[in-house]
């Protein structure tokens, strides 16, 4: 736990410099364009291809890539740089495909739900999609070989570059320069990802159709938690969904712009400790140690459900001055700030459980348990719309939010249940 925590450490200040960047986003979103039924379109579309990227680039993110590249690489190094480029160019063939399919139900449902049509954000969502992917990708195969340090730098500087564009072009654009300025930030993060790890493979990875055997386990692997992930993904959908349905134009955006700054400590979890858990937990996997998988499980959680605790608890003490100081700006003004102060709490009081459901993931995983991850999104999903369906009545924004923190630690629960049994299962 020790090199986990000093690795997870070191990564900090490069992680502070992208959270910065990406947090500016909202916040200048919010400045820029408030909150209205053309906003509602652009957050609503964001979740839709956010469900959409959990079918390519999130198989990616902390997966089981990481395990089977590592046992790879062990066994024949040179082999690395085709393996790579086969997972590449299979990647880029489905999730053009994909971009197609979901560009076209994103429009129509944009269409149904806000009574907006706004098929100029659809084409650069689409294309946003594959880029996406491909960052994600090289970035994978670094937090792999633990240079974990290129990737939030790139992702730094593609932050910078969005900003830039949408500034550039957001009175020719409209709202409609958001997604644009997100592609090409997306864009520039991935050219610098793939070039470093083309220096860590020994060559940059070229795309191709071929098929090793490596490529059919990882598949397996992966399918599992495409579907997972997929079905975890329509959490934020649906949410979107009822409260742009339920709640007064423009609740949609509050609830999203309230989320991400509320759920702001677990993103940095993600950033700086979720990537070095998941290579050392699958580095003692490989090793066939599962005491020291559950060891290293346990210790993490010690740290950090206590630490997210007591982040919520001071976030939730400042959050009037800071949503005010985040959001009381432009045209979002005070009044959608206060709103969004209102909404936070609700969305604090997840936060471990939201932390300790990660962490938990990430040990399945390292484990290639896989195949629980559709089970248990089946859970978090039914569990979140039924939530959502019973409090946003009463508690309008803040039941949707309420409803998300309750389904986290639902879900963390079966997460432990589920590894403990795995890890004896292993053990005996």
Request: net charge positive; charged share 10%.
């Amino acid at each position: 736990m020790k090199g986990i925590a000093r690795t997870s450490l070191g990564l900090l200040p490069p992680q502070l410099v992208l959270r910065a960047g990406e947090a500016a986003l909202p916040l200048l979103f919010a400045a820029w364009f408030g909150h209205s039924e053309a906003t509602d379109a652009f957050t609503l579309l964001w979740a839709i291809f956010g469900l959409a990227g959990a079918l390519v680039f999130s198989a990616f993110q902390d997966s089981a890539l990481a395990p089977v590249l590592i046992g790879l690489a062990a066994r024949d190094a040179a082999a690395a740089p085709r393996f790579v480029g086969a997972v590449l160019g299979h990647t880029l063939a489905g999730g053009a495909a994909l971009a197609v399919v979901c560009g076209a139900a994103a429009a129509i449902a944009v269409r149904a739900t806000t009574g907006a049509a706004w098929p100029e954000m659809v084409l650069p969502f689409a294309a946003l999609l594959v880029v996406t992917a491909v960052r994600t990708l090289h970035a994978a195969v670094l937090n792999a070989f633990e240079r974990y340090r290129v990737v939030p730098v790139a992702s730094a500087v593609g932050a910078a570059v969005a900003i830039a564009v949408v500034a550039l072009l957001r009175r020719a654009l409209g709202v409609a320069a958001a997604p644009v300025g997100l592609l090409a930030g997306e864009a520039a993060a991935a050219l610098i990802v793939r070039v470093a790890a083309g220096a860590v493979l020994g060559a940059v990875p070229r795309p191709s159709l071929a098929r090793p055997t490596e490529l059919g386990a990882l598949g397996r692997l992966l399918g599992s938690e495409v579907a997972g992930n997929a079905i975890g993904r329509l959490n934020p959908v649906v949410d979107q969904l009822v409260a742009a349905a339920a709640v007064a134009s423009g609740g949609a955006t509050l609830l999203r712009y309230s989320g991400d700054l509320a759920l702001l400590p677990t993103s940095l979890l993600q950033a700086a400790l979720l990537s070095v858990l998941l290579s050392r937990l699958a580095q003692s996997a490989e090793a066939g140690d599962v005491a020291a998988v559950a060891r290293t499980v346990r210790r993490t959680l010690l740290v950090v459900v206590p630490l997210l605790s007591l982040a919520a608890a001071l976030l939730y003490v400042v959050r009037r001055p800071l949503f005010a100081l985040a959001f009381a700006h432009g045209a979002m003004g005070e009044a959608g700030a206060a709103q969004m102060a209102d909404v936070a709490p609700a969305f604090l009081v997840g936060v471990p459980a939201f932390g300790a459901l990660l962490v938990l993931a990430r040990a399945h995983v390292a484990l290639r348990n896989s195949r629980i991850l559709p089970r248990v999104a089946v859970v978090s999903a039914t569990t979140n719309l039924a939530l959502d369906l019973v409090l946003v009545g009463p508690l309008g924004l803040s039941g949707v939010a309420l409803a998300t923190s309750l389904t986290s630690a639902v879900v963390a629960m079966v997460f432990a249940v589920a590894l403990v049994r795995r890890l004896g299962a292993l053990s005996s």
